[in-house]
Structure formats: C-alpha cells, structure tokens
C-alpha cells in the first residue's frame, strides 16, 4: 500500500465490501477480479468488524448488503452516518427486489446509491464508479477549504500583526519626543490586557484595549519642545499648555467626519477598497482614552474634572497601568521606584485617582504584570 503521508490524490480508493453470505463476497471477488490494480478492495462478512475497520481506517465506499443478522445495512449506515470520523464516507446498499421500503429508509438514512440483487457486473461497476468519483469530488473540495482556510488563517495573522506593529511605532514616536522610555508604551497596553482580563471583559473589548491602550499619550506629538522637555517644573501656564495633549490625541485619533466621507466617496470609486463605513473600533477607543485618561475617580484629573464611573472603564484602566509603569522605570529625571514602593503608592491612592474595582483587578494580575516587566523591560528594548 502507498505510504500514509503521500497525497489522497495519489493513493487508490478503497473499498469495503460487507456481506454476511461468504458465497456473495466469492462472487464479488471474483467479478472485480479484473479491478485489484484500480482499487484496493477489501472484503468482510461481519457488519461489527466492518464499523470497527470503517471507524480506525480510511476507506472511500462501502458497499454494504441490507439485511444481516446482529448488525442490519441500515443500522451501519446510520453509525457510519452519525459519527465525524465517518459521516462523508460513501454507502452503496444492496438490496432485494422486495426490500422496497428498506431501500427508501437506507435513502432517508443517507444511502449514496442503492443497487439491487441479483447483481450484474456492469451495473456494479458503474455505481462504483460513479461513487467513487463523487467522492474524489468531495475530497478536492474539501482540501480545496482547507487550504483556503489556512490561508485566510495565515493572512488575518500577518494583518493582526501588521496593525499591532503599526499602533505600537505610532505610539512610541510620541514617547520618542518626549523622553526615553524604551517599552513604555507597550507594558501599558499589556498591563490594561492583563487588567480587563482580570475584570472579566469581553474579548474583543480586551483584544481592542490591548491595541488602544498604547496610544494614550499620542496627543504629546503636538507640544511644544520648550515644555515637553523642559528640565525643571512647569510654570501654570506651562501645566495647561501641556495638559492640552489629551485634546489634541483625542482629535488625533478620533473619527473626522469629513475626512471620512471623502475617503469613501473615493472608496466607492475603487480606489481604497479596504475602507469600511463604520468607524474603526480600535480608534474610537483610542480617542476616549487620550482624551479621558488623566481624569481621577475623585474628581481631581483633567481636562474635564470627571468622576467614578463617569470616566469611561478603559481609562480608568490605562490611567492606572499609566502611573504604575511610570513609577517604575527610569527617566531623565529620576530613578526606578522600586515595586513595593511603587505598589504601595498605588494602594493608598485606591478610591482617590483610582478606580478601586480597577485597582483590585490590578492586584489580581501582579503576578502575570511582573512577567511582562521582565520580559519588556527598558533594557530588552535597547538590546
């Protein structure tokens, strides 16, 4: 026999003949005689032993007699029919002239094609044949899905990859105007994944955060140098030029109505086949983060002066992973703040710039947030 790891298309089908009268499997032998090099056949008088080898082997037609004792055609066929292994697999019946009804309930119970006794030779052959070729049929189609499938699955992968590559370099170029913070913008949106996990979010919300998460700051591309990289503090009226980023990443990224109807005036032209009539989902996010992400559960942040759950969930979990990622890596400057430290200042500002339902999910995720640490720390990102 070809060797298992060959393709289908070069192996030759198989067929199980199943017949209780021994006479009847001689006789078929002998009038497929002729065929042994055209199909491998093979040839059983036990209906048990035929559903044991169609269930542990592969076999492209059975051709199964009606009426058996212990085991009826009908009842093979219907075990053959209702298990996964085995549901496509073809079925010939042989029947009697007389077996009227049962050639209708072996139809009904999925028969590929009935063939009556006594049986002649051609007629044998052309339902064998007219099987079988239905069944390469289905076989090609069915490989056909399956590498359409896989490709589809490798292409959605290498787009889910594209966009979270395109987010993370968006994000960082505004890290990069402002100081260096290596992985920064990365750990965040990792820990706000790990965070709504822990919350029990859906996972598309979750999957969306991870990818928004990182473009909390994007607005600080539109401040000045004089005070994004001043050295010293803020003056007054420095502080309300600098908290104007969240305005201009909220006007960044979130959906420009005009700009939007001109691209898919050109999009129904042909032009940017890839543009949808719904806003992105990822931006959209995006945009009420930049926008809403320094507000605190008290009511103290900005630019608004929001509070508790009137800040949306997904800031209340950026501004935390925020502020924790950011006490514990080092800037210009200052220094690392060791975890504990850092973990205590989070603690004790529960309730007050934190969402304390947030701040329990955070405690909650320690464990896999100090995994992303090391594994994304400032050092790896300069390696």
């Known amino acids: 026999m070809i060797a298992a790891d060959q393709p289908a298309a070069q192996q030759r089908q198989r067929i199980l003949f199943?017949?209780?009268?021994?006479?009847?499997?001689?006789?078929?032998?002998?009038?497929?005689?002729?065929?042994?090099?055209?199909?491998?056949?093979?040839?059983?008088?036990?209906?048990?032993?035929?559903?044991?080898?169609?269930?542990?082997?592969?076999?492209?037609?059975?051709?199964?007699?009606?009426?058996?004792?212990?085991?009826?055609?009908?009842?093979?066929?219907?075990?053959?029919?209702?298990d996964e292994r085995t549901g496509d697999l073809q079925v010939i019946i042989l029947a009697g002239q007389a077996d009227r009804?049962?050639?209708?309930?072996?139809?009904?119970?999925?028969?590929?094609?009935?063939?009556?006794?006594?049986?002649?030779?051609?007629?044998?052959?052309?339902?064998?044949?007219?099987?079988?070729?239905?069944?390469?049929?289905?076989?090609?189609?069915?490989?056909?899905?399956?590498?359409?499938?896989?490709?589809?699955?490798?292409?959605?992968?290498?787009?889910?990859?594209?966009?979270?590559?395109?987010?993370?370099?968006?994000?960082?170029?505004?890290?990069y105007r402002d100081e260096d913070t290596g992985n920064h913008v990365?750990?965040?949106?990792?820990?706000?994944?790990?965070?709504?996990?822990?919350?029990?979010?859906?996972?598309?919300?979750?999957?969306n955060l991870f990818l928004a998460a990182p473009l909390h700051d994007i607005g600080k591309i539109g401040i000045p140098d004089s005070i994004l990289l001043k050295p010293g503090p803020l003056s007054p009226e420095e502080w309300e030029i600098m908290k104007?980023?969240?305005?201009?990443?909220?006007?960044?990224?979130?959906?420009?109505?005009?700009?939007?109807?001109?691209?898919?005036?050109?999009?129904?032209?042909?032009?940017?086949?890839?543009?949808?009539?719904?806003?992105?989902?990822?931006?959209?996010?995006?945009?009420?983060?930049?926008w809403s992400h320094h507000e605190k559960w008290d009511g103290s942040g900005y630019p608004l002066g929001l509070a508790g759950e009137t800040i949306p969930l997904a800031s209340?979990?950026?501004?935390?992973?925020?502020?924790?990622?950011?006490?514990?890596?080092?800037?210009?400057y200052k220094a690392a703040m060791g975890e504990d430290e850092a973990i205590h200042i989070i603690r004790d500002q529960a309730g007050k710039h934190f969402d304390p339902y947030v701040h329990s999910a955070f405690e909650k995720s320690l464990p896999k947030i100090r995994e992303v640490r090391g594994a994304l720390s400032d050092e790896s990102a300069l390696a």
């Open 186 to 207: 990365i750990r965040v949106g990792c820990y706000s994944q790990l965070m709504a996990e822990a919350l029990g979010l859906n996972a598309e919300l979750v999957e």
């Open 101 to 175: 009804q049962l050639k209708r309930d072996a139809l009904d119970s999925g028969a590929t094609d009935l063939l009556s006794k006594p049986i002649e030779l051609e007629d044998l052959l052309a339902r064998i044949r007219s099987v079988l070729r239905l069944k390469a049929c289905t076989d090609a189609l069915q490989q056909s899905n399956a590498a359409l499938e896989s490709m589809v699955s490798r292409r959605t992968e290498q787009l889910h990859e594209s966009r979270v590559s395109i987010v993370w370099r968006l994000a960082k170029a505004a890290e």
């Open 244 to 290: 104007q980023h969240c305005l201009i990443g909220k006007r960044i990224l979130e959906d420009d109505a005009k700009s939007s109807a001109t691209l898919r005036a050109w999009n129904r032209r042909g032009s940017i086949g890839w543009l949808g009539e719904d806003s992105n989902p990822v931006l959209k996010l995006a945009a009420s983060i930049a």
């Open 316 to 332: 209340r979990i950026v501004a935390l992973a925020d502020v924790f990622d950011a006490l514990t890596s080092t800037r210009p």
């Open 18 to 82: 199943v017949d209780d009268d021994r006479a009847v499997l001689d006789s078929l032998s002998r009038m497929l005689r002729d065929h042994q090099r055209q199909w491998d056949m093979e040839f059983t008088h036990d209906p048990f032993d035929a559903w044991e080898r169609v269930g542990a082997e592969r076999f492209d037609l059975v051709v199964c007699d009606l009426n058996m004792p212990g085991m009826s055609g009908l009842e093979l066929l219907e075990h053959i029919r209702c």
